[in-house]
């Protein structure tokens, strides 16, 4: 029973707040499997069963005395006796007592309740670094292919002795460049690629054959340019080993937040969305204040000690007593008495004088103090929650600008390209501003990526301090 309230609780808080089906599974796969998640449940669970223990009467005395030798009384000797005795704490120091941890049990509650917002930013947070790599690789890939397009053109300028290449290559130039200035979170991105050392297992390419000396002093810019775009290959394909090697760090963490075994594939959406702020920005931070699982727990506490403070003052009055003792007697000899040898009940009372008062004033002022140091607690978490709110803010409105500029940049350096090709392709101009226009392309659609990213988890960072 208890596991169905969890799931459906869990259920009612995601709805709505991912951007993908497949990430609001993993959310849901993440609240029923995180050992973390599941300890601070069954920490709430505990706390709930110490209501009941500090609501109850403390346990009854029973007492039982045999007498060795018969006492002799007026109205028998007196063999045995039995007594039952109940102490009564002062009226409302119970109920105290469980208001008090009924509100600890709710602060739990509310930690439990931050511990799973946290988890869903760290699995929101994962699952966007994964989709990052995913379409980083996916570029260095179509880059890969664009330069090695490049290097057949070269190569057949300096076979030809510096003349024009001929239309298909520059066809297919223009062809690779179109899918580079594609306006779609799945063609760009955030990484710088260049300054990479030259993979050592790359295969290498054997250069052209060269001709005789004519050809080779009317070649020689050819050859250079077939060297200089086989550099850029290695380098790519350097960062792409790399960008390889980084995948199974990142779906081991991401597959131990939803507890499951380290190489269990991650399924991944075929795009990169942006994500949109769940409320008006100017309503984040009163939603904050009202729903953070931090300061809604802090609030439990003051309150849990506020109860405390009432139950310590009730301690040091008095507590009564209410009991019972049966006497066994035996009948005596030449008594006389109509009570001779009749077992006796008589009812009791007691009551306990606090007359110590120093720790009964102590323990009162004691839950003062930690019901101040609560309260200050209090306004410095909200205060940091307030500076978090700024800078996940900032982030999101810097993210949506480094969007914007990088489509706008990467659909002019696209086009740039294709204009310096086609030169190349027909001239032979210009080959180091070709490359370095292809880098700059490259650089500006992993920039369009890292940037939808960014947006993406500062969104998710929104959400957690809502406690979503």
Do not use: C
């Not at 696209?414 to 032979?428: D, P, S, V």
């Amino acid at each position: 029973m208890k596991k169905k309230i969890l799931n459906l609780f869990v259920l009612i808080l995601i709805t709505g707040s991912a951007t993908s089906q497949s990430l609001d599974d993993y959310l849901i796969i993440a609240a029923e499997n995180n050992p973390n998640l599941k300890s601070k449940y069954f920490q709430y669970q505990s706390a709930l069963e110490r209501v009941p223990q500090v609501g109850a009467l403390p346990d009854p005395e029973v007492s039982f005395g045999i007498f060795i030798e018969p006492m002799e009384r007026y109205i028998g000797n007196q063999v045995a006796e039995i007594s039952i005795m109940q102490m009564f704490p002062w009226f409302g120091t119970l109920s105290a007592a469980q208001d008090e941890m009924t509100l600890m049990a709710k602060a739990r509650y509310e930690e439990f309740n931050e511990a799973k917002s946290m988890l869903f930013y760290e699995v929101r947070a994962n699952w966007y670094a994964l989709q990052l790599l995913e379409k980083e690789i996916s570029i260095a890939k179509e880059n890969i292919e664009l330069l090695k397009t490049m290097e057949q053109i070269a190569i057949s300028r300096f076979r030809s002795g510096g003349q024009s290449g001929g239309g298909s290559g520059s066809g297919g130039m223009r062809s690779s460049g179109g899918q580079n200035s594609t306006t779609s979170a799945d063609g760009m991105g955030g990484m710088g690629m260049q300054g990479q050392p030259a993979s050592g297992n790359t295969p290498s390419r054997s250069a052209p054959q060269m001709g005789g000396a004519e050809s080779m002093g009317g070649s020689s810019g050819s050859m250079i340019d077939v060297l200089r775009v086989q550099m850029e290959i290695n380098e790519l394909q350097n960062s792409l080993a790399l960008l390889e090697d980084s995948k199974m760090p990142l779906i081991a963490q991401f597959n131990r937040l939803l507890n499951r075994n380290k190489h269990e594939l991650v399924i991944l959406s075929d795009s990169i969305t942006a994500a949109q702020m769940p409320i008006p920005v100017n309503e984040i931070p009163e939603n904050i204040k009202d729903n953070n699982p931090m300061l809604k727990m802090l609030e439990e506490e003051e309150a849990a000690f506020i109860a405390r403070g009432k139950m310590n003052r009730k301690m040091g009055l008095p507590m009564i007593g209410l009991g019972l003792q049966y006497d066994v007697f035996q009948p005596r000899a030449h008594n006389e008495s109509m009570m001779n040898g009749k077992n006796m009940w008589m009812p009791m009372a007691t009551v306990t004088i606090p007359l110590w008062r120093k720790k009964y004033t102590a323990s009162v002022r004691e839950s003062d103090y930690m019901r101040m140091a609560v309260v200050e607690q209090k306004q410095e978490v909200s205060n940091q929650l307030m500076v978090s709110y700024e800078e996940a803010l900032k982030d999101f409105r810097d993210a949506d600008r480094r969007v914007k500029l990088y489509r706008e940049q990467t659909s002019l350096a696209n086009q740039a390209l294709n204009i310096l090709i086609a030169q190349y392709t027909t001239e032979g101009s210009n080959f180091e501003e070709v490359l370095r226009m292809q880098q700059q392309l490259l650089d500006y659609r992993l920039k369009y990526l890292d940037a939808l990213i960014d947006g993406n988890i500062a969104v998710a960072m929104m959400e957690q301090l809502m406690g979503r």
